[in-house]
């Protein structure tokens, strides 16, 4: 056999022969072996399909059975965030606290449930740039809060200085440096602040103490 067709026998023979047929040599090219190795490659995928799909059942059935294990229980912020901290204090290395983050920035409480005790009764919800948790009513906040750090996190890693003005006392994030150098589509509908914490941005509005003694330093 030439050409594409006989390489592709070739292979077809070596995978039935890895997958201990007998009865089926790689040197053999007549219709009858051909005939009998089609019909154990077809006996191997459909043992394989359904391996699968008995697996998927198991892996669903587990998580069924998972969460009901858990009972629905009333926990604070507070008890979430030291929930947290504890299950990233057990993380190997490289590994960070936010796997339990999904992408509408809802935290998953699966793997927090034995800490807690079992899973919350309200939705809670975590910025993957800050880690700063929120609640129901401020879901929005994650995540702008998460574009926007980025966004500071790149202008001060090209322009070595942070993006606000700079007799501003309460160091607001100045949108409209970040959109005109297109580091933001558009402005967001919350105003952000920069911290002194490496540069970490908050919601929270500067308390008039802090900012006058930021004036007077």
């Given at each position: 056999?030439?050409?594409?067709?006989?390489?592709?026998f070739i292979w077809f023979a070596n995978f039935?022969?890895?997958?201990?047929?007998?009865?089926?040599?790689?040197?053999?090219?007549?219709?009858?072996?051909?005939?009998?190795?089609?019909?154990?490659l077809v006996n191997i995928l459909d043992?394989?399909?359904?391996?699968?799909?008995?697996?998927?059942?198991?892996?669903?059935?587990?998580?069924?059975?998972?969460?009901?294990?858990?009972?629905?229980v009333d926990v604070t912020v507070e008890g979430v965030r030291k929930?947290?901290?504890?299950?990233?204090?057990n993380l190997p290395k490289g590994v960070y606290r936010t796997i339990l983050v999904q992408e509408d920035n809802r935290i998953d409480f699966k793997?927090?449930?034995?800490?807690?005790?079992g899973i919350p009764s309200r939705k809670f919800y975590m910025?993957?740039?800050?880690?700063?948790?929120?609640?129901?009513?401020?879901?929005?906040?994650p995540l702008e809060m998460d574009i926007v750090q980025k966004a500071v996190d790149l202008y001060v890693k090209e322009h070595k200085e942070f993006p606000m003005l700079k007799f501003d006392p309460q160091h607001k994030v100045n949108y409209f440096q970040l959109k005109q150098e297109h580091y933001l589509k558009e402005e967001p509908k919350i105003q952000f602040y920069i911290t002194d914490l490496d540069?970490?941005?908050t919601h929270i509005k500067p308390q008039k103490k802090k900012?006058?003694?930021t004036s007077h330093s």
């Open positions: 056999m030439n050409g594409f067709g006989g390489h592709y039935i022969w890895n997958n201990d047929l007998s009865g089926c040599n790689v040197y053999r090219s007549s219709f009858h072996f051909k005939k009998a190795c089609l019909k154990k043992k394989r399909k359904q391996n699968i799909e008995d697996q998927i059942k198991k892996t669903e059935q587990y998580n069924l059975v998972n969460d009901n294990d858990y009972p629905i929930a947290i901290r504890a299950f990233s204090d793997q927090l449930a034995p800490l807690l005790g910025s993957k740039e800050t880690y700063d948790l929120f609640e129901e009513s401020e879901k929005q906040i540069g970490l941005i900012m006058e003694n």
